[in-house]
């Protein structure tokens, strides 16, 4: 597991030119992460009047996302270290989830910790030890474990009791006094099912990981109704296969589902949905000619694959947004929603891996 300590993306900033940065090219690059003109970048830079105070914060984030120092006379004391657990960044919902809290927590004068879990490194529970251990002002986990219903919760509830705000993404633990956020993992399998029905698909599959994870008891939820609803289809357990959140696993996953004469595959990530599409070409078939594929999270570069994938986008920053908003509630001491879930609703992007449903294999 990958430890970095201090702002993600970190790395040494140039020195000269104006306010300490090299360049036209960078004042264009700073410009463009900020969302603001290089003439407005360079008066943040020299320190001129005339910027609103949410610009000057948005052209300092952008300095500490893109890696450039700040000048002398504009560096702040960070109002304390916020920790982020990960699980491996090969998925690269995880590195968007992480940049778009960088930036976020950045805006907020706070300085996140990057915890990212890989095989044979360290657990989630040694990596919120040495968080506890650097004086964390609070901890975000993003598919942690308590996604997992056989893990144990008592490890979030003795952190709650040592006074250490909390907010966890994409999972459910009732039991667990703390927000979560996560998006509507049911709606997202309803609309990936709604659309291959609309394109006249009548064999469905399902590709989901391990089902001991609470996004994939709830797309099989959402799938079930669905498949009940639009197709008066009950029994599809046969329809449904279990495997790894991977390009690999997505593979094996699909051609199960291939030998059972489904058309129309929805898949539990984009990675999985790759995978599909492999599984798919191996076989001689065509996408979206012979089968249809529909993803999940609508990753970073997911539009320029071949076909372009048709997935159901996880709203990212909207999630980032609300668990930043209420984990500093909680670290500044205002009220809030301490037991909840703030449910997000998904979106389906239709692209080149979805068409009409043509005859059922054999």
């Not at 956020?181 to 394109?199: E, T």
């Amino acid at each position: 597991m990958a430890y970095s300590a201090g702002p993600l993306g970190s790395g040494t900033g140039g020195t000269g030119g104006t306010g300490g940065v090299n360049g036209t090219a960078r004042l264009t690059d700073i410009a463009a992460q900020a969302g603001v003109s290089e003439a407005t970048v360079s008066r943040v830079l020299n320190g001129k009047p005339g910027v609103s105070a949410l610009t000057r914060r948005s052209v300092l984030a952008a300095l500490d996302v893109m890696g450039y120092e700040r000048p002398q006379r504009l560096r702040q004391r960070s109002n304390g270290l916020i920790g982020l657990v990960t699980p491996e960044l090969d998925n690269p919902i995880f590195p968007a989830f992480a940049q778009a809290f960088e930036k976020t927590l950045t805006q907020h004068g706070y300085t996140p910790v990057l915890c990212t879990q890989l095989p044979g490194g360290a657990v989630e529970d040694e990596f919120t030890e040495l968080l506890v251990e650097r004086g964390v002002s609070g901890i975000i986990f993003v598919s942690g474990l308590h996604a997992d219903v056989t893990a144990r919760a008592d490890r979030y509830t003795q952190l709650i009791g040592q006074g250490v705000p909390i907010v966890l993404l994409n999972g459910h633990a009732a039991d667990v006094p703390a927000p979560f956020i996560s998006p509507d993992d049911r709606a997202a399998a309803r609309l990936s099912v709604q659309h291959l029905v609309d394109l006249g698909h009548e064999r469905i599959g399902l590709a989901v990981g391990p089902g001991r994870f609470v996004p994939v008891i709830r797309k099989i939820e959402g799938y079930r109704r669905a498949m009940s609803r639009l197709l008066g289809v009950t029994e599809v357990d046969g329809l449904i296969s279990h495997s790894l959140f991977s390009v690999e696993g997505g593979q094996a996953a699909a051609g199960q589902l291939l030998e059972r004469g489904c058309t129309g595959i929805v898949c539990a990530s984009d990675l999985m949905a790759l995978g599909a599409i492999r599984a798919c070409r191996d076989r001689g078939l065509t996408v979206p000619g012979d089968v249809s594929v529909v993803g999940f999270d609508d990753s970073p570069l997911i539009a320029f694959t071949d076909p372009p994938l048709t997935t159901v986008r996880q709203p990212v920053q909207s999630m980032v947004t609300a668990a930043v908003h209420t984990l500093l509630e909680a670290v500044t001491g205002t009220p809030g929603q301490q037991h909840s879930e703030l449910i997000f609703q998904p979106e389906l992007i239709v692209r080149g891996s979805t068409g009409s449903g043509p005859k059922i294999l054999r």
